[in-house]
Nanobody
Framework: QVQLVESGGGLAQAGGSLRLSCAAS????????MGWFRQAPGKEREFVAA????????RLADSVKGRFTISRDNAKNAMYLQMNSLKPEDTAVYYC????????????????????WGQGTQVTVSS
């Protein structure tokens, strides 16, 4: 029901910033709780951030709290991840995901509960 495309990845220096975008197709973007996940080489995909359908509730992984900000603009069918104070350990492929939720308040953090995934965008942070 929705297609997701990530963009904004690239190479950054430690302490720098990147802004990731997730563009969604369709006209029912507000029906989906959204999330960002990342996967580093040799590691499992891990939760980064999540946001409820209307953007009222957000949650960040402890590893990025205070540095990353998740947001969404339902009018633009887009979700964003502002990444500041980047660290080398942030290096990973970042994926956006959508969950068809019945609640506008729902925060989804489990990978297995998401219904749709983008193809990912590479973020590399050098020291």
């Amino acid at each position: 029901q929705v297609q997701l495309v990530e963009s904004g990845g690239g190479l950054a220096q430690a302490g720098g910033s990147l802004r990731l975008s997730c563009a969604a197709s369709g006209r029912a973007f507000s029906s989906y709780a959204m999330g960002w996940f990342r996967q580093a080489p040799g590691k499992e995909r891990e939760f980064v951030a999540a946001i409820s359908r209307n953007g009222g509730n957000t949650r960040l992984a402890d590893s990025v709290k205070g540095r990353f900000t998740i947001s969404r603009d339902n009018a633009k069918n887009a979700m964003y991840l502002q990444m500041n104070s980047l660290k080398p350990e942030d290096t990973a492929v970042y994926y956006c995901a959508a969950d068809l939720s019945t609640s506008v308040y729902t925060i989804v953090v489990a990978t297995t509960l998401y219904d749709y995934w983008g193809q990912g965008t590479q973020v590399t942070v050098s020291s």
